[in-house]
């Protein structure tokens, strides 16, 4: 069964750094997502991608936050200067048809540590 | 935008048993309605979904019922197994917008 793949599993990272979590989306798949778990909580949304533009992202998705598909098949998630709140674990996701109204699929995650 | 309210944040029962997670939602607008179960450490993992034309559906010992007027589902686990011990998560979506998921309830089927 195809699956999201994403990279790298663990990242730690000092305050003010910027990273950048990359993902594989299942390939006949349009939508795309991430969203963030912060230990123990639910998984809040952060942003949505379709047609190679943003469709929708949350309050948490400021400025810091930007998404990018650099190639047909990797969906990347960049932090520009890192927060200790941002330490969380980041899921990547898609979904084969209408937004929303088609199951999720997610990958395993990124752990991201921020110190 | 919907906000999903779920209860018990904490269930516990003895294997066998049967265990019911109730979700309620906010926006009329919402007309799908996915479970996802995630095992500590791994990824959410959909495990039955709902749309608002139907009010239930099953799968083996997995059901999930729809109530479109008081805004609730709930999703039911009967002969409860302790491999069923996870996080199960609900989520609405309203359509133009994307999934919102509820808080979390924690399983524990012990043996």
Request: one cysteine or more; proline letters at 5%; charged letters at 20%.
């Amino acid at each position: 069964e195809p699956e999201v793949t994403q990279t790298p599993s663990h990242q730690v990272t000092q305050m003010g750094q910027e990273v950048i979590l990359r993902c594989v989306p299942i390939s006949n798949h349009l939508y795309f997502y991430w969203y963030r778990q912060i230990l123990g909580q639910k998984v809040e949304f952060l942003v949505s991608f379709y047609n190679n533009e943003i469709s929708e992202k949350s309050e948490i998705f400021d400025d810091q936050f930007s998404v990018e598909r650099p190639d047909g098949s990797n969906f990347t998630l960049k932090i520009r200067s890192t927060k200790l709140e941002d330490s969380a674990m980041y899921f990547c996701a898609s979904s084969e048809g209408v937004r929303g109204r088609s199951p999720l699929h997610f990958g395993n995650g990124t752990r991201l540590t921020v110190t | 935008g919907e906000n999903v309210e779920q209860h018990p944040s904490t269930l516990s029962v003895q294997e066998g048993d049967s265990a019911v997670i109730k979700c309620t939602y906010s926006d009329s607008a919402s007309n799908y309605f996915p479970w996802y179960k995630q095992e500590l450490g791994k990824r959410p993992q959909l495990i039955i979904d709902i749309r608002s034309n139907v009010g239930e559906k099953k799968d083996q010992r997995i059901a999930v019922t729809l109530n479109k007027t008081a805004k609730h589902f709930s999703l039911h686990i009967t002969e409860t197994q302790p491999e069923d011990s996870a996080v199960y998560f609900c989520a609405a979506n309203p359509g133009y917008s994307t999934l919102t998921f509820g808080k979390g309830t924690m399983l524990l089927v012990s043996p």
